[in-house]
C-alpha cells in the first residue's frame, strides 16, 4: 500500500508515494511556475488554479503507476492566504508569504505589521495571513463575494475533495497570525479589536483529520504547515533531536511537550499535540547564492566569460576543512534581507585584515554566518529543553550537496549530524500525516520510527 504526501513549496511541488512496509519512496518533482507578474515591487503573488493543476498531475501520475493509493497528505507554504467565494471558488491570487504589503506604512514610522502588533501584542510580520488581508481591509482589496480566506494547501484540499468550505489545522492556522496556542483556537477578541471580521476564517480541526476523498474513493487528510512536515519527515526521535534546515530561508527546529514562550522563537503547534520551537533566519541558502553570483561577476568582469562547468558547491567542499581552525576569521552575518524581528537591518563583512580576505574565507564565513544565525537561536531555547537534546539532524539541499557546511554545523553545536535518507522531508512528512490519519500509523508522537539517516 502506498501513501502520497504533497509538498506545495514556493518554487517547486514535489509528491512521494510511499510504501512504509517495503521502504520504498517514489518521488516526483514540478517547477511551481505559477507566479504572477506583480503591479507593485512589494507584491508576490501566484495562481492558485495553476498550482492545482499541478499538484493534480502528479497526483494522477501516481495513480497510473500505483493502484494501492490508501491517503495522500498535503503540506506546503505558510502564512499566504486567497480568498474563495460561498461555492468554493478562488477569486483572487495566492499572496504569498513573501508578499511585503505588511511592511507599508499605515501611520508615520509604523508598518501594517507593526500597528497589529502595537493594538493586539501578538508578534506577526509582514506575509503572515491576517497582516495581509488587514492590508486588504484597509485599502479597499478584498474581492467581492469573499466568503473565506484560506491557505493554498486548504484551498487544494477543497479542489481534491470537491468541497466547498476550506477547513484548516493548527499549524496551518497559527502561521496565519492571532491563534492561541494554548486553546488551540483564533483569538476572536483581538481580531474583532482590529476592525476584521474572524467570520471569515476557516473552521479549525485536528491535524490528520480525513477532509474528503479524492475521486470519490481515496481519502485526503487535513494539510498540515511545511514546517511541521518536516520535523514529522526528518526526525526519529522527538525529545532529542535538534533540526536545522537551509533551504531559500533557514530554521532551527526543537519539539517541547509544554507550551513555551521566547523571545525571537516562534512557538508553532506540532500535529498530535505539544509544539516546536522555531528560529526562522530569512537568508539560509540565498546567501550562498548571493556569493556565488558575486564570483560569477567577477570572472565575467576580468575574463569576459563564466566557465560553464563551474559548480560552486564542489568548489567549496574541495575547502580544507581545517580553516574552519583559523584564529583569523572572517566574521560575516548573512542578514541580507534583514531578519524576522528586524527587516531594516542588513549583512556585514568584519574582521577584514591584511591577510584573510580569500574566496576560501569568504565562502567559510558565509557558511558560518549561516550556521550561527541558528545558533543564536539555539542559545535562548530553555535550559531544561536544550538539556534533553543530543542528536543534531540536518535538512535542505544546501546541506545535501554541500559536506564543508555539515561540518560548519557540527562543529558549532558539537554533535554529529544525521542527514535523512529521504531527500523530500516535507512531502515525506506529509504521507506520515495520512498514514497517521489512516491509522497505519499509531500517532504523530510515533512517527519517526519510519525515518532512516544516510549516515
Not at 9 to 14: A, N, Y
Not at 160 to 172: A, G, H, Q, V
Not at 402 to 412: G, P
Amino acid at each position: 500500500m502506498h501513501f502520497i504526501g504533497i509538498d506545495i513549496g514556493t518554487s517547486t511541488i514535489c509528491g512521494v508515494a510511499v510504501d512504509f512496509e517495503n521502504k520504498k519512496i517514489d518521488a516526483v518533482l514540478r517547477e511551481n511556475d505559477s507566479s504572477i507578474n506583480p503591479d507593485t515591487q512589494w507584491e508576490i503573488i501566484q495562481d492558485p488554479l495553476r498550482i492545482y493543476l499541478i499538484v493534480e498531475e502528479i497526483l494522477n501520475e501516481f495513480l497510473r503507476k500505483f493502484g494501492d493509493i490508501k491517503g495522500i497528505g498535503i503540506t506546503g507554504q505558510m502564512h499566504g492566504i486567497l480568498y474563495v467565494d460561498k461555492d468554493g471558488k478562488v477569486i483572487s491570487p495566492l499572496i504569498n508569504w513573501q508578499d511585503g504589503r505588511g511592511n507599508l506604512m499605515i501611520q508615520e514610522n509604523l508598518s501594517y505589521a507593526d500597528f497589529l502588533v502595537k493594538e493586539t501584542g501578538y508578534r506577526v510580520a509582514s506575509g503572515f495571513g491576517l497582516v495581509t488581508h488587514f492590508y486588504n481591509l484597509k485599502n479597499k482589496l478584498i474581492p467581492d463575494n469573499t466568503y473565506k480566506l484560506c491557505t493554498i494547501m486548504d484551498y487544494v484540499i477543497m479542489q481534491l475533495t470537491r468541497e466547498k468550505t476550506p477547513r484548516i489545522d493548527p499549524s496551518n492556522a497559527a502561521s496565519l497570525g492571532f491563534f492561541d496556542l494554548k486553546s488551540m483556537k483564533f483569538d476572536v477578541k483581538s481580531i474583532r479589536n482590529v476592525s476584521m471580521d474572524p467570520d471569515i476564517l476557516p473552521e479549525v480541526v485536528r491535524s490528520g483529520e480525513i477532509a474528503g476523498l479524492y475521486k470519490k474513493e481515496i481519502p485526503v487528510y487535513t494539510a498540515i504547515g511545511d514546517n511541521q512536515a518536516s520535523v514529522l519527515g526528518s526526525i526519529r526521535e522527538l525529545k532529542k533531536s535538534i533540526l536545522v534546515n537551509i533551504g531559500t530561508s533557514g530554521q532551527i527546529s526543537i519539539y517541547s511537550d509544554e507550551f513555551v514562550k521566547v523571545n525571537a522563537l516562534e512557538t508553532r503547534p506540532f500535529p498530535g499535540g505539544g509544539y516546536i520551537l522555531v528560529g526562522a533566519s530569512l537568508c539560509g541558502g540565498v546567501s550562498f547564492n548571493i556569493l556565488k553570483s558575486l564570483f560569477e561577476k567577477t570572472i565575467e568582469m576580468f575574463c569576459q566569460r563564466i566557465p560553464s562547468k563551474v559548480d560552486f558547491f564542489k568548489l567549496a567542499n574541495s575547502i580544507d576543512p581545517g580553516l574552519l581552525d583559523n584564529n583569523d576569521p572572517l566574521n560575516i552575518e548573512t542578514l541580507f534581507n534583514g531578519s524576522r524581528a528586524n527587516q531594516s537591518r542588513r549583512g556585514s563583512i568584519n574582521n577584514i585584515s591584511m591577510e584573510n580576505l580569500t574566496p576560501q574565507n569568504l565562502i567559510t564565513g558565509f557558511f558560518a554566518g549561516v550556521c550561527n544565525e541558528l545558533y543564536d537561536f539555539y542559545k535562548i531555547i530553555p535550559d531544561r529543553i536544550k538539556a534533553e537534546t543530543s542528536v543534531l539532524i540536518g535538512s535542505g539541499n544546501a546541506i545535501r550537496k554541500n559536506s564543508l557546511l555539515c561540518k560548519v554545523f557540527e562543529k558549532r553545536f558539537g554533535h554529529n549530524l544525521l542527514i535523512p535518507k529521504n531527500k523530500e522531508e516535507a512531502s515525506f512528512g506529509a504521507s506520515i500525516c495520512a498514514a497517521v490519519g489512516g491509522n497505519y500509523i499509531n500517532s504523530f508522537m510515533e512517527a519517526g520510527k519510519v525515518i532512516e539517516y544516510i549516515k
